[in-house]
């Protein structure tokens, strides 16, 4: 009616397409407030949620339990600095299409069975600084396409045969300053696909031939900043691709040289310094015998010092060790020739009294034959 009443004016006319134009807005405006609510409806409060990125980041968001409203759509979800203290059976069950999740930087201590279960594509899962004292048997229960795995700066003490159960494809394993004291034999044996194992920082004091036997594809194995002071002699056997030893800052003072010679891998980089050796002249061949094999490199030979013997401490080994064995030599040579010397004396002696004799029995024998002769 409105448009057969203006038909005759173009004002009116242009009057009609503004109230058009506003109705669109408004429409539009409507629209909008909808979807808003409905993208809010499945976004926690305190998170932010990008449809576009696929990103849910509810990092310092004061949470002390999971958010309960997670897009589904979402392949990264950061946790990360918030008060969570525990992670529930199947916490992530509608998030079925992460790819990375962040819980670093919380207070968690307890991981319930299951609790990532169905996360086939999760590929990592940070859990640093956090309170995680023992892995359970369910911890790793449903990860088995997880790559990457950070449980540095927690308080796990061992690792037990089913604590990595799982973790079939894992090929980061980063679990440095924690308390690990102890390694059960195929604590490791699941991941044999893994190529960085970080043990830095812990409470080892030894290493037991078969904790590593899986380990075909283990790349970098850092065990410094423990207290290892003695290793099995095959224990670095089985690891064949192996390319940095990191073995800094223990508590070796000797080493044997089939340690490291059974490790048959291409080429191998070993750190060693920080450790207190006992600089004696069979330390001394063992790191001359390893230097001259072509496949090992010992990057930081020139900074290894001594803690014994008490006269040589803290002087660099590469300085003392042709010292050590130079006296080695000397009283090897000492002896050899007190030896010959009294050898050659007996003899001598001998030689000199057998002589005497037969000058005596000839004298004797001459004097006799003069005698008849008369
Ligand atoms: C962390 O969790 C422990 C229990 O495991 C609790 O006693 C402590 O109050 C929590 N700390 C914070 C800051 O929430
Ligand atoms: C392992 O974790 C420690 C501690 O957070 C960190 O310093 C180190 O860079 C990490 N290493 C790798 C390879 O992730
Ligand atoms: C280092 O090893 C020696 C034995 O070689 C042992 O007496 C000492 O307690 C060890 N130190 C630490 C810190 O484990
Ligand atoms: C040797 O020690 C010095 C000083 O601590 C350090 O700067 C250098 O990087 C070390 N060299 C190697 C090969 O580790």
């Not at 409060?45 to 409203?69: A, M, N, W």
């Not at 950070?150 to 973790?167: D, K, Y």
């Not at 070993?270 to 010992?298: A, G, H, M």
């Not at 020139?302 to 006296?327: H, I």
Request: proline content about 2%; some cysteine; aromatic content about 8%.
């Amino acid at each position: 009616m409105l448009t057969a009443v203006c038909r005759r004016h173009s004002c009116c006319k242009m009057l009609l397409d503004a109230t058009i134009l506003k109705a669109v807005q408004l429409l539009l405006l409507l629209l909008a407030e909808a979807s808003c609510r409905t993208h809010s409806s499945w976004c926690e409060l305190g998170c932010d949620c990008r449809g576009d990125l696929k990103f849910t980041i509810c990092s310092r968001g004061l949470f002390t339990q999971l958010p309960s409203r997670v897009p589904p759509y979402t392949e990264l979800l950061d946790l990360s600095d918030n008060l969570i203290s525990i992670i529930p059976e199947r916490s992530f069950d509608k998030n079925r299409k992460l790819r990375v999740l962040l819980l670093q930087n919380n207070n968690i201590s307890v991981v319930q069975p299951g609790a990532f279960s169905h996360l086939e594509f999760l590929q990592k899962l940070d859990l640093r600084w956090n309170r995680i004292s023992v892995l359970i048997e369910g911890f790793s229960a449903g990860l088995s396409f997880l790559r990457e795995l950070q449980l540095a700066h927690n308080r796990l003490t061992r690792l037990e045969t089913h604590s990595f159960l799982h973790l079939d494809a894992l090929q980061r394993l980063n679990l440095s300053a924690n308390s690990i004291r102890s390694i059960q034999v195929r604590a490791f044996a699941p991941m044999s696909g893994l190529r960085q194992l970080h043990l830095q920082d812990n409470r080892l004091t030894s290493l037991r031939s078969g904790i590593f036997s899986m380990l075909r594809s283990l790349e970098v194995l850092n065990l410094a900043g423990n207290q290892i002071s003695d290793m099995e002699m095959g224990v670095f056997k089985p690891l064949t691709s192996m390319s940095l030893l990191n073995l800094a800052d223990n508590n070796m003072s000797t080493v044997y040289f089939k340690t490291f010679l059974s490790i048959h891998s291409y080429s191998m980089h070993i750190l060693l310094e920080e450790n207190p050796w006992n600089c004696d002249c069979d330390l001394q061949r063992v790191f001359r015998k390893l230097r001259s094999i072509q496949r090992l490199f010992l990057d930081d030979y020139y900074n290894l010092t001594c803690a014994e013997p008490q006269v040589l401490r803290d002087c660099r080994l590469m300085d003392v060790d042709t010292e050590l064995c130079l006296a080695e030599t000397v009283t090897v040579l000492i002896i050899t020739f007190t030896v010959v010397t009294t050898l050659l004396a007996t003899m001598l002696m001998g030689e000199r009294k057998r002589k005497k004799k037969k000058t005596t029995h000839w004298t004797q024998q001459w004097e006799h034959s003069e005698e008849s002769d008369y």
